[in-house]
């Protein structure tokens, strides 16, 4: 089965990426797989200078799921253009950088300084981190400002694609969704974590230093089913689905209800090759369900009448 | 692409050591060897995570290579948590993802005298120190434990190299470990050899600053959680002497101990 996508302009072979924050720059997966069996690789947000993160200890595991406050540690974007996109395949394998910045204008540089990368195939805007202080979720919580910085972003970057990565912490998704395509996106990717806590009752302390952090893992998963349910139905623009997907059935529900392509992420952690098993695996998936062609499977969810 | 870097391999053996009681419970886990071409050196580490284990448990689990041959991987663990719980019940047969070896691993000098101090699990890798090493008489060991000496591998290495213990019996107890703790260190700097050491963070940090007052060369594994073991999820750092996050995964878990701060 053809298994390649078309997502704003972007040729991936499959519609299988990586998620931002979990596959680190990639190569620290090289030797679990073949990076470009992949559709594409989406890297660790990067800022305009270098950040430290939170405090230790930053992540616990949960039922299902896992919390972090990592707060974008990242070496900057230049030392990202110089130390890590060198080294990765990028003529053959779409590599996605994710941009955190604290405000609309910063935003807007850091496309100009990507834009001019050839090895930087799209830009996903971080409008969702909730484990910073700085912007962080709070862009993401206001529609006026998801469409300031994709307006900011779009104008800086070029011909590249621009995809907008929401939160799922908001009252209402599809108008999110609809400000991110005001402000010029090309696409969007959803969901970023779930706000969430962990506490312990021996110690009487939060698990994380940072008190809240990000759900991720399988328990996100029907949340993120649904956003990205309402997203696709609320936008012309092509959706990137993600949250707890951990399998190549996972990965196939997220298309089925419309999304064009989708991330793996906390589910990186389950086992370091499970990115790679999930590409190779989803054709035998969309065969079993007899499903005719991508394009036929994707979006094709019979509602109730 | 090496498959050989994540594999399933069979439980060969999981055995409760010595005279376990609650919370003091140590199993020495066998698995068959997952075929590392490029072998193993000691002080890395493995992530596993049973395959049989449902969604409820995200994380593989890191751990110390205790020790390794052709056919077989050997690592110990306490059983403290969801995770160690579940694994100290693993059958033989059952298929174990693994992942490794991973991150930096101890000097093995042939021509230096090496103290290797334990504290609790950190006994695991000194395990494959010793079977390793060429000149065993030049290594001595020195071990800091709470549960009795029998639930641990201890006597296999007695029989091996020059050992030392003792018991934490209650808090005041710690004391004389810092002391003795100190004057190794101190006993090694004047005799010009290596100090390895792995254990929990306030162990370490006590060789830390002796090696550092003392001057010797020191090299000391650490522990944290771990969510990936790769370098991806930065769920793990530590850090270094400049005060900078650095992963205990990558750049770990054996740092010089002039590398690394390990305060607060």
């Known amino acids: 089965m053809d298994m390649s996508v078309d997502f704003a302009g972007l040729k991936l072979k499959n519609p299988i990426l990586t998620a931002s924050g979990t596959f680190g720059f990639g190569l620290e997966f090289k030797r679990f797989g073949d990076l470009e069996s992949l559709g594409g690789i989406v890297v660790k947000g990067l800022s305009l200078k270098p950040r430290e993160g939170n405090p230790m200890p930053r992540i616990a595991e949960t039922p299902c799921g896992m919390l972090n406050a990592i707060g974008i540690q990242n070496p900057g974007v230049e030392a990202f253009i110089k130390n890590k996109l060198p080294k990765l395949p990028w003529k053959t394998l779409p590599v996605l950088v994710n941009l955190y910045a604290t405000d609309a204008t910063e935003f807007g540089e850091l496309a100009a300084v990507l834009s001019a990368e050839e090895g930087v195939a799209a830009l996903e805007v971080n409008v969702s981190c909730p484990n910073v202080k700085e912007g962080g979720i709070a862009f993401g919580q206001d529609p006026r400002q998801i469409t300031k910085v994709a307006e900011a972003v779009k104008k800086n970057a070029g011909n590249k694609p621009v995809i907008i990565k929401l939160s799922p912490n908001v009252t209402d998704i599809a108008t999110c969704a609809r400000a991110a395509e005001d402000g010029g996106a090309d696409g969007i990717s959803l969901i970023n974590t779930l706000s969430g806590m962990a506490v312990d009752i021996e110690r009487r302390v939060p698990r994380l230093t940072n008190v809240i952090g990000g759900l991720s893992g399988p328990a996100v998963k029907p949340v993120a089913l649904r956003c990205v349910f309402q997203a696709v139905n609320a936008v012309k623009i092509p959706v990137i689905g993600l949250g707890g997907i951990a399998s190549a059935e996972d990965a196939a529900e997220f298309l089925l209800v419309g999304a064009t392509a989708v991330q793996i992420g906390t589910a990186n952690f389950l086992s370091p090759d499970m990115a790679f098993r999930i590409a190779e695996e989803l054709p035998k998936v969309l065969e079993r369900v007899n499903a005719k062609s991508l394009d036929e499977f994707r979006g094709s969810l019979k509602l109730p009448k | ?264």
């Open chain 2, 1 to 264: 692409m090496s498959a050989n870097n994540c594999r399933a391999v069979k439980v060969i053996d999981v055995t409760p050591l010595g005279h376990s009681s609650p919370g003091e419970e140590i199993v020495e886990l066998k698995l068959e060897y997952p075929g590392w071409e490029s072998g193993w050196r000691v002080g890395q580490f493995v992530m596993i995570r049973p395959v049989s284990w449902p969604l409820d448990l995200v994380w593989g689990r890191p751990f110390s290579i205790s020790n390794a041959d052709d056919t077989t991987l050997t690592i110990l663990f306490q059983v403290i948590g969801r995770g160690t719980k579940r694994l100290a019940q693993l059958t033989k047969g059952e298929q174990v993802n693994v992942w490794g070896p991973l991150g930096t691993f101890f000097s093995k000098p042939k021509d230096r005298p090496v103290l290797m101090l334990a504290g609790g699990m950190g006994i695991a890798p000194f395990c494959g120190y010793v079977d390793s090493h060429d000149q065993p008489e030049n290594l001595k060991l020195f071990f800091a434990h709470r549960p009795p000496l029998e639930n641990y591998p201890y006597k296999a290495l007695s029989e091996k190299v020059e050992v030392e213990d003792i018991r934490e019996n209650k808090p005041e107890d710690i004391h004389s470990i810092i002391a003795r703790v100190e004057a190794l260190v101190k006993e090694y700097a004047d005799k010009k050899g290596l100090v390895t050491a792995c254990g929990p963070t306030p162990f370490l940090r006590t060789v830390r600053n002796a090696a550092i007052k003392y001057g010797v060369e020191a090299e000391l594994s650490l522990e944290n959680r771990m969510a990936c073991g790769v370098g991806a999820c930065l769920g793990c750092v530590t850090k270094d002497s400049n005060g900078h996050h650095t992963q205990v995964c990558t750049t770990g878990p054996v740092f010089k101990a002039t590398d690394i701060s390990l305060e607060g």
